[in-house]
């Protein structure tokens, strides 16, 4: 990922946030010599590893996985909240358009989950952190033929991650009032998008955003 200076983002819990806020991720390998990639659910472990294991699965039938058994790295694309910022929102004229955003790239090699248990395990895990505080939380434990069936169809899998690039384009190359001034506009935004932006761009300034 191209990574100016002022725009990078090592804090690690700062990352591990928009991972988990923003978890249907992108998972980008190499397949037959040709770049493949599948959009799934993926849920952050991260108290494995120095920098957390990622965790997810996949249908049988899509041939990506077989991937995993290539020796090489495959990239996991965490897109945070965006914005279209328009020259007219800054305080000072003579810039051009651009826009804002969060992004975690985790870079790792993947490791098929072979053990039934583990497997099993895994999609329990994934559908209680996405069941949680729903009314009536769905529970694998209450269909297990339904469950039984599906497995032989899935295959999961684990990427500890070896290193993480964070990317939180901020406006941090503008004036404190361009700044100042692109916050108020994305916090009277209808989307939420802008204002998650406009969270993000106060939380550095050392502020709450309204």
């Known amino acids: 990922m191209y990574l100016p200076g002022h725009f990078r983002e090592d804090d690690l819990a700062s990352m591990h946030a928009v991972m988990r806020e923003h978890d249907f991720a992108l998972l980008v390998a190499e397949l037959e010599g040709r770049i ?11 108290a494995r590893g120095e920098r957390g294991t990622l965790l997810a699965h996949m249908a049988r039938a899509n041939p990506l996985w077989r991937s ?24 000072t004229p003579g810039s051009v358009p651009t826009w804002n955003y969060l992004a975690v790239h985790a870079y790792g090699m993947p490791r098929i989950l072979d053990d039934e248990r583990d497997v099993r395990a895994l999609l329990d895990r994934l559908v209680e952190v996405q069941e949680h505080g729903l009314p009536k939380p769905w529970r694998a434990a209450d269909y297990p033929k339904v ?8 295959v999961a899998f ?3 991650i070896a290193r993480l690039e964070g990317k939180w384009k901020l406006s941090q190359n503008k004036s404190r009032a361009d700044r100042d001034a692109l916050i108020q506009t994305f916090e009277r935004s209808n989307d939420p998008n802008a204002r998650a932006v406009a969270a993000a761009m106060a939380a550095r300034e050392g502020r709450s955003s309204r």
């Open 68 to 91: 995993f058994s290539s020796g090489r790295e495959a990239i996991v694309v965490f897109q945070g909240p965006h914005a279209y910022v328009s020259p007219n929102w800054y305080a």
């Open 158 to 160: 684990e990427i500890p």
């Open 36 to 46: 493949e990639a599948a959009h799934l659910p993926v849920l952050l472990d991260p």
């Open 147 to 154: 469950v039984d069936a599906m497995l032989p169809g899935v």
